[in-house]
């Protein structure tokens, strides 16, 4: 988590976290959801895709979204610390048994798993006298965690026979929803729709389960998968593999120039020489490395902005500092100028999707590999 943040003069480099884009992506996935009776679960793990948790999740939650999604028991006990009004985390990462003692004292929903774990739940929920509140996992394709589907009636009549576990959700999650008509979604979508057929044929209560699948991109792709409860996560932050989505990314990330120099023609710049300077060059050094999350891959082949203007990294990135070519700017820059590396500027932008190109990753890899050094400013 990202500690309380100093005031910002001790900073020369920094994100920034636009709730208006967060509100607007949002927006964005409720107009997917034409039932309004689907509500959403706001995939907040991994301290918000980076963004900074405690700032995210009460803006979600002022507009409308009123289930959050964590991975581990410590994200849990973080976000009831920082938004104690919302009743709904479910723990989306798999418990071990170890752990399921402290969901059970804390109270959480957690995801269970298999069928394996259910005697040692049960026994713990007996000893302790909490009800266990479990949305029922259900490995449709995906292949990691998860009951076979064929299970199901086995799973549910030992559910019912539990007097301390209170079925809350049957969920499962899609392993290719970031390929547009991929055959394997439709597999998973149809095993799905028929285990919540045989779920809600076979509950005393059905209507009073969570029934969810959807990640963001299957919210914007396929309708059929909303269910009750959908699960975006990427798309709140403004990202998706949809092509023409309006969505907004709503982190920005800057660092400031700390030293100009001009060097001529043959200097080489950085550790490894790996970039030597073909002309006379004006070079900005740049307060931020690869311990604040720009990866040293996108040494000598990723763009920042300044100035409007687009201008490449040169030289290896090091853990602490960057060097950029300013020559073609052709501008006197001042020492302590603020170079985006991620954000707009004029014509410009760059994204996260931009850096995991040429990272050849997601843009989830990029904004959770943000330092935790880097303090996140709200803007707007
Ligand atoms: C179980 C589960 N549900 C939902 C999500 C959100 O997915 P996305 O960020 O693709 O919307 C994730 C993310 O990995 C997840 O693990």
């Given amino acids: 988590m990202i500690v309380t943040p100093l005031p910002r003069q001790y900073y020369s480099k920094w994100t920034e976290i636009s709730p208006a884009a967060l509100e607007h992506n949002l927006k964005q996935l409720k107009r997917a959801c034409r039932d309004p009776q689907t509500q959403i679960m706001g995939v907040v793990k991994a301290n918000a895709y980076g963004h900074n948790v405690s700032q995210v999740a009460p803006v979600l939650w002022r507009a409308g ?12 006990l973080y976000l009831r610390q920082i938004l104690p009004e919302a009743e709904h985390i479910l723990i989306l990462g798999a418990l071990t048994t170890d752990q399921y003692h402290l969901a059970l004292e804390e109270g959480f ?16 929920a007996n000893g302790t006298g909490k009800t266990a509140e479990v949305h029922l996992k259900v490995d449709t394709g995906m292949g990691r965690v998860g009951i076979r589907p064929e299970d199901m009636g086995l799973a549910l ?16 999650h899609l392993a290719t929803s970031d390929r547009p008509n991929c055959p394997h979604i439709a597999r998973q979508l149809q095993i799905f729709a028929e285990v919540v057929a045989y779920a809600r044929s076979h509950l005393r209560e059905p209507s009073a389960l969570m029934y969810h699948i959807a990640n963001s991109d299957a919210v914007f792709q396929y309708p059929e998968a909303h269910y009750n409860l959908v699960r975006p996560g990427i798309s709140l932050y403004g990202y998706g593999g949809i092509p023409g989505l309006a969505l907004k990314p709503a982190l920005a990330l800057k660092a400031q120039i700390t030293q100009l120099k001009v060097v001529p023609a043959g200097t080489a710049l950085g550790y490894g020489r790996t970039f030597i300077t073909q002309r006379p060059s004006q070079i900005g050094v740049v307060a931020i490395g690869y311990a604040d999350g720009l990866n040293r891959l996108l040494s000598n082949r990723q763009d920042v902005l300044l100035r409007g203007k687009r201008l490449p990294l040169v030289g290896r990135v090091s853990m602490d500092q960057a060097a950029i070519d300013l020559t ?8 302590g100028e603020v170079v985006t590396l991620i954000g707009s500027e004029g014509q410009h932008s760059i994204t996260a999707q ?6 050849q990753t997601i843009p989830y890899e990029v904004l959770t590999s943000l330092g935790t050094r880097l303090p996140r400013w709200s803007v707007d």
Avoid: Y
């Fill in 109 to 124: 929903a957690f995801m269970f798993h298999t069928l394996s774990h259910l005697p040692i739940l049960e026994g713990l």
């Fill in 328 to 335: 073609d700017l052709a501008a006197e820059v001042k020492e």
């Fill in 354 to 359: 931009d850096w995991a190109d040429q990272l």
């Fill in 157 to 172: 009549d030992q559910l019912a026979k539990t007097e301390r576990i209170n079925l809350r959700g049957i969920c499962s």
């Fill in 65 to 76: 979204v009123s289930h959050f999604g964590v991975a581990t028991l410590g994200e849990a």
